[in-house]
């Protein structure tokens, strides 16, 4: 109103005023004078409400998208996961088809090769036979090697825990590559330390897989010198391998330089914790710490490739799969069974000297139950082998320490005693003794040759011992060409050569080949069959019940060829009174179909009347002086049938029979029949 | 001289014969190893083995196919009898090697389970043939054997036959 800042912003706010005068209207106008201030809190206030709103709508937004799109993603992924997981299953699928592909016409070769051993053989086709055996398992190996990386990779593998004998291994593995080695030039050896048991419980088929591996690359890339396969204890190898040490570079096995073998086991946790040394001695526990050793003369490693050796797939380099072949995976594949079986590998190598692969394993001291088949059969073939040659006695005329060492255990192996000379003065010194002349006669090839007038002296020398026997000679060789060489030559006779490497079924063929004991395998176990069997029975008192007189007539003629006292009788009722205590028989044969009574009957009648009896002597009713002195009678009763079926073994032992051979006899199976219950029956001849 | 190298020569003649004999008989499969295995049993504590045991199986065998024919002219027959009777023929024939015998009597036995009369008569026909066939041609062999024993020979089927 009295002012001049007046705000002419058209807003006015008109009153009208009533004083009560009627002669005056009065009206009062309000104005703003100032402008109106912004009104900031309100701005301030409100847009930060709207920047928040809109900062929590993009939070939101974004979320929203990033929950789209991690879903999205994790659908892809499945979709991938499905997808690689059918390519893994295809994979195996893939690899189980072709190597069963492969396997099958595989596994027929090696049926007719099995089938081809059954027939008549002689020693050396014999040999061949299982070493073509031994290439086609390999062949099958080397299939399950590609399956083994996948079950490695998929965490499937397994070690199994049987009981097997570790020297058989080696000389499985050694005819594996006798023939590859013996091309090349180059000495193969083992050598197993005698400390080493004959039996152990492990994973035989996985361990062999090993050595296979490391044998096999050795001689893969070696072309001269040797490879040298050790098998020791653990608590033996450290003192040797100090010893070794200090001899001289060229004592080893032919002469070459190699790789240290204490580098390749540097680093072991076995040796560092020797301190320990009572937990680990194998005494206490049931252990057997194994070392295995496998020492080669060949291009050796190079550096950059070392540290790649054991990363499976690798090679050395891409001419190493053109010249040489293999996948790459064997050396990680056995560094991973080595790990299973609670051991470490390593390796030292020095290029164009060599390499020196090395592993540890721990196994446990076997003891063989009579229901392993296999073993069992090792057994018998090794013994009934070495029965021949025991307590023979043998020179061996060899100047190299090692090598000498690999042909001693083996020779030992044999039961035969060995004595080792370094040359053919010191063998003349030897064999003129006369209380130590031996049978058979050792020599290195290369001591042969080197001066051949001193050899036929040598020879000559033997023929005019003043023996029973002309001790025999044998060159011990390791390669082919050397033989040929030789025999063009000469004007001497060359003796029989044994190739190397040794090992034990070989050494017996040559030996039984040139000692003339045996000339076709089949007939020679015929005739020992015979010979036992005549010692088995004779004069033993047999009966032998059959209702057939032509049987009757046979079976007798051929016990009685054994030289058993043999009594006949037709009927079931007889045979039960004959066998009546006291009675002398030792055993009966009898017939099971059989009229009136058959042999089922008579021999639980039999059964019952001899328990009955033996209750009558342990009560003391009857006097055990009037029954021969014997208390528990049980007379051996086979069977004897046509129809050798599954339900008749049954049935004969259900009614108390002790076994069954079939008619008419077959000489193996009446022996292996008959030597069951001898024993027994040696305790009731008074 | 000559008479004796005449006589050297006949008794080659005579074991060549047999042995070829022999061989025929094995290959055509009359006689199986069993019959070989016979010889192996025959020694100077008992120098007439296979003759004996052939004999009492021709006399066993005869027996039993008279049997067989009365069993199956019955009007009832009874199986489990002509199934017994072929069981003791297939048992003896193969303790000495009659292979064929023998195998007959494995296709008899087959129909006798089956209890077909017709088929039994046709095979017990069989058997009687196949006996017949063996007999002649083991006695055949044992009167060329008497030969050469009688000319100064001896036989060692042993050694031939392994």
Known sequence: ?686 | MVQAIKRIMELNQLQRSFLEYTAALFREGFLDSQFSQLYQLQDESNPEFVVEVVSLFFEDSERLINDLSRALDQTIVDFRKIDAHVHQLKGSSSSIGAQRVKNSCVSFRNFCEAQNIEECSKCLQQVKQEYLLIKNKLEALFQLEKQIVAAGGAINMVEWML
Not at chain 1, 370 to 391: G, Y
Not at chain 1, 470 to 482: E, N, R, V, Y
């Open chain 1, 1 to 686: 109103m009295y002012g001049s800042n007046i705000l002419n912003d058209g807003m006015r706010h008109v009153s009208d005023l009533n004083f009560g005068d009627p002669f005056r209207k009065h009206e009062m106008h309000c104005r703003f004078k100032l402008k109106p201030p912004w009104p900031w809190v309100a701005i301030t206030t409100s847009s930060g409400i709207l920047v928040i709103a809109l900062l929590m709508g993009q939070i939101f937004h974004a979320t929203m998208n990033r929950i789209a799109k991690v879903e999205d993603d994790y659908h892809e992924m499945m979709e991938l996961k499905k997808r690689a997981e059918a390519a893994d299953v295809a994979k195996s699928r893939f690899l189980a088809t072709v190597s069963h592909e492969i396997r099958t016409p595989m596994n027929g070769v090696l049926g007719m090769l099995h089938m081809l051993m059954d027939t008549d053989l002689d020693e050396t086709q014999e040999d061949y036979i299982r070493t073509a055996q031994e290439s086609g398992k390999a062949l099958v190996s080397l299939i399950n090697e590609v399956l083994d990386q996948a079950k490695i990779e998929s965490g499937r593998l397994e070690l199994e825990a049987v009981c097997f004998d570790l020297r058989a291994i080696l000389d499985d593995v050694l005819s594996l590559f006798s023939g590859k080695s013996q091309e090349k030039g180059v000495e193969l050896a083992v050598y197993v330390s005698d400390k080493v048991p004959a039996k152990l419980v492990g994973d035989p088929g996985r361990f062999r897989q090993i050595i296979t591996n490391l044998m096999g690359n050795s001689i893969k890339f070696t072309e001269k010198g040797h490879v040298y396969v050790t098998v020791h204890l653990v608590e033996e190898a450290v003192n040797l391998m100090d010893v070794e040490m200090e001899s001289p570079s060229n004592s080893t096995l032919s002469g070459l330089p190699v790789a240290d073998r204490r580098q390749s086991c540097a680093g072991f946790k076995a040796f560092s914790q020797e301190e320990y040394a009572p937990m680990f001695s194998s005494s206490s526990t049931n252990q057997v710490n194994l070392i295995v050793s496998v020492e080669d003369t060949g291009q050796g490693i190079p550096l950059e490739a070392q540290s790649r050796v054991f990363t499976p797939f690798m090679q050395v380099g891409p001419s190493i799969t053109r010249t040489h072949g293999g996948t790459g995976i064997g050396l990680s594949i056995s560094r991973f069974l080595v790990q299973l079986m609670k051991g470490e590998i390593g390796f030292a190598s020095l290029p164009q000297i060599g390499s020196t692969f090395t592993f540890t394993a721990v196994f446990t001291h076997g003891c063989c139950n009579v229901n392993d088949q296999k073993s069992q059969k090792i057994n018998n073939q090794l013994n009934s082998i070495s029965l021949e040659f025991r307590e023979m006695r043998a020179l061996l005329v060899d100047p190299r320490l090692v090598r000498a060492k690999v042909s001693v255990y083996h020779i030992k192996r044999l039961g035969i005693h060995v004595e080792v000379v370094r040359d053919l003065n010191k063998g003349f010194f030897s064999v003129n003794t006369e209380n130590s002349i031996p049978n058979i006669v050792f020599i290195e090839r290369e001591v042969w040759d080197k001066d051949l007038a001193l050899s036929t002296l040598f020879l000559n020398k033997l023929r005019s011992l003043d023996c029973i026997v002309t001790p025999k000679l044998f060159l011990l060789s390791s390669t082919i060409s050397s033989t040929r060489a030789i025999s063009t030559g000469s004007s001497v006779s060359t003796p029989s050569v044994i190739l190397k490497p040794l090992r034990a079924s070989l050494l017996t063929a040559s030996l039984q080949r040139s000692m003339g004991i045996g000339n076709r395998g089949n007939h020679r176990n015929g005739e020992l069959r015979i010979l036992s069997l005549r010692n088995l029975l004779r004069g033993r008192k047999i009966l032998v019940v059959d209702d057939n007189l032509v049987n009757l007539k046979v079976a007798a003629g051929a016990l009685k060829k054994y030289g058993a006292d043999v009594v006949l009788a037709e009927r079931g009722k007889e045979a039960i009174s004959l066998l009546t205590p006291p009675h002398h028989f030792d055993a009966c044969f009898m017939d099971i179909q059989m009229p009136e009574m058959d042999g089922f009957e008579a021999t639980k009648r039999i059964r019952d009347m001899e328990s009955s009896f033996n209750n009558r002597i342990h009560i003391g009713e009857l006097s055990v002086e009037a029954y021969r002195n014997i208390s528990t009678w049980h007379v051996p009763i086979l069977a004897m049938t046509a129809d050798v079926i599954q339900a008749t073994s049954e049935e004969c032992l259900k009614c108390g029979m002790d076994g069954y051979v079939s008619k008419p006899f077959e000489a193996e199976q009446l022996y292996r029949e008959v030597s069951r219950f001898s024993h027994t029956a040696l305790n009731e001849i008074p």
